[in-house]
């Protein structure tokens, strides 16, 4: 009989141990002493793969083997070494066992395709207490890993770059990576220069990148390794890392445990960083059409509205729904509206409204104020209500206490409506106390309507520097919230849109919602709704305006 061997470790300990090479001659005895062939060429070895899978190269190599009839009979170390999920193994032997090609474990002295019920059980139950134990020990692994970080040492893979790992398990700066990282982000924040830009200058002065540093190589497409240079990725991954501040996150399975590290470089250095990211990645690749809207539109459906070009033969670009025509790549829902709609139309209407805003600010004052005032009867009326409610609660404790007085109900019943009261009575004064304290806010109208009379102002003095079209779009991400299209029909069947667009406004500096949320809970876990209070709905802030258009 031709015999196979199959051998796993799990970890690269073990692979540098004499595990591997004791399960080889393990197995190599237990085949010469049935008096079976070993096949040289069926020795399947599996270093540092877990087993809770079936999906391990050396394995899957293993049962093609067997389905290709390689050879007669397969003999491992050991069940776990097989697989440590029950399923898996269960599946495992069932595939063998159908091949006809037997699975003998040497430790388990068992025969794992065995149709003997007894053997069945023993493999069903040493299954069962394989996967206890790997959960067990996945378990007091990641438990031990998060008691490490809640210590402030470092748990993880690779130690980040510019960092070494002292012999307590503590983070410290390597100074001359930690070097290389200061001029990254010098560069950046100094110079402005984008993250290529920063990898070309470091590959230029031939400085080690951070896989280099490790030994690492990597293999070109004509199958020639070189050593690993600077790309732009890992420039963007060195700037956007905040343990370069001295704060390290471990994400455990819990939550996540923040661990102070030494920083390499200040916050606003790198803040500043980030800021020059952002403006290179809008700036740096300027868009083959433009688009005074890109990003501002959506369907009435949920998905956004993009740019289309103008055809080949003339005309001018549009808007349209991407679920309308590109449903199946954004993996949506189609969509049987999103009429497309002429881009010059639409940009020059919206942009008509903004003219209006910046060259006319009194019109935003008045509507605005306009809008405010049904805001301020909001509060007052549930000022009204909680007072209400607050009398209501005092007077159903006030009948409580007489009823006791007289004898009718016992002590018990006494307290607990009382602690009910109280609880509900401290919930309605603060709420209360935040009404008042909105109503109050209010009386800064004119302070905060100046806020947003000078910002029109600083706009229209751009507008009357005969304004160019980045200074169009710079005016237009100010100004403009959303804006949402619905299609319609008229009486002949035909679609036309309508155009919800909302416009914002600078924010007033103080603003509070109607119910603290802290509070909110509170208020919907009682329903306080049902018993005369009326909870705030969302609304638009009253520094936005709402303005809907028609375009046929």
Partial sequence: MKAARYVRVSSEKQVRNTSIPNQLERIATYVASRGWDLDPDSTFTEPGESGANLDRPALNECRSAARARRYDALVIYDLDRFNRNLRDLLNLRHEFQQLGIPVYSICDNLEMTSCDEATFIQVVLRGVFSQVERDKISRRMREGREKTARNGKYVGGLVPYGYLRNDEGYLIIDEEPAGVVRLIFRWATEEKMSGRAIARRLNAMQVLSPKARLGKTTVRRDGTRHTPEWTPGTIRHIIHSQTYVGCWTYHSSTDDITIDVPAIVDEDTWKDAQATLVRNRRYSRPPQHRYLLRGLIRCECGAAYCGRPPRRDGGHHSYRCIARYDWVHIKAQKCDGGITIPGPELEEAIWADIEEFIRQPHLVAAE?????????????????????????????????????????????????????????????????????????????????????????????????????????????????????????????????????????????????????????????????????????????????????????
């Avoid at 509070?519 to 709402?546: D, H, K, M, R, Y």
């Fill in 368 to 552: 605005l104020a306009r809008r405010r005032e049904p805001a301020g009867v909001a509060i007052a009326a549930r000022l009204a209500d909680v007072d209400r409610t607050i009398a209501q609660r005092n007077a159903e404790l006030q009948r409580y206490l007489t009823l006791y007085g007289r004898g009718t109900i016992p002590i018990e019943q006494l307290d607990e409506k009382a602690e009910e009261t109280r609880g509900s009575l401290a919930t309605l004064e603060a709420y209360r106390a935040s009404l008042i304290e909105e109503q109050q806010h209010a009386d800064l109208w004119e302070h905060e309507m100046a806020g947003v009379l000078k910002t029109l102002a600083t706009l229209r003095q751009r507008l009357d520097d005969n304004i160019a079209w980045e200074d169009k779009r710079v005016v237009v991400e100010a100004l403009v919230k959303q804006i949402i299209v619905e299609t319609h029909t008229d009486d002949n069947a035909q679609p036309y849109p309508v155009i919800h667009v909302t416009y914002k406004f600078e924010r007033p500096d103080l603003t509070r919602a109607p119910i603290p949320i802290e509070l909110e809970p509170v208020f919907l876990a009682t329903n306080w709704s049902n018993q005369g209070i009326a909870l705030p709905t969302s609304s638009p802030s009253p520094f936005e305006l709402e303005k809907t258009k028609q375009l046929r």
